[in-house]
């Protein structure tokens, strides 16, 4: 989408500092971060939220948890990490395009 700006750093018009990359996914560090490690990872295709998961794209959202633990160990993640999504505007989305934020680097308070 072209007014997206989480699609403008998979087409790489906007920066970014990756920590991995492949052809389905990105993963990236998050401009504020809310943890010592703080990275955000998000699907090549644009999905708008959570909300508009289905059958068809949610192969998307299992490929980037399947790279959850590679992420998280080449970050140093070792004592645990905490992967969150938030979905609309209850749960404080700013960022339309589906994301997971994956956080960790010290003990987290409890959120949950
Ligand atoms: P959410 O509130 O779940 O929609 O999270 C969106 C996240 O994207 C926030 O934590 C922002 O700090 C982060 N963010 C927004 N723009 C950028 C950007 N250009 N690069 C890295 N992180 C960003
Ligand atoms: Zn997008």
């Known amino acids: 989408m072209s007014d997206c700006i989480f699609c403008k750093i998979v087409d790489g018009s906007i920066p970014s500092k990756k920590v991995y990359e492949d052809d389905k996914m990105v993963a990236f560090y998050d401009l504020e971060p809310q943890a010592p490690v703080h990275i955000v990872m998000i699907p090549k295709t644009h999905i708008a939220s959570a909300n508009e998961l289905d059958e068809h794209n949610s192969p998307a959202v299992a490929h980037i948890f399947s790279k959850v633990p590679e992420i998280a160990k080449s ?34 308070g409890t959120m949950v």
């Open 75 to 108: 970050l140093g993640l070792n004592g645990g990490y905490r992967v969150v999504n938030n979905c609309g505007a209850d749960a404080g989305q700013t960022v339309f395009h589906i994301h997971f934020h994956l956080l960790g680097g010290e003990t987290l």
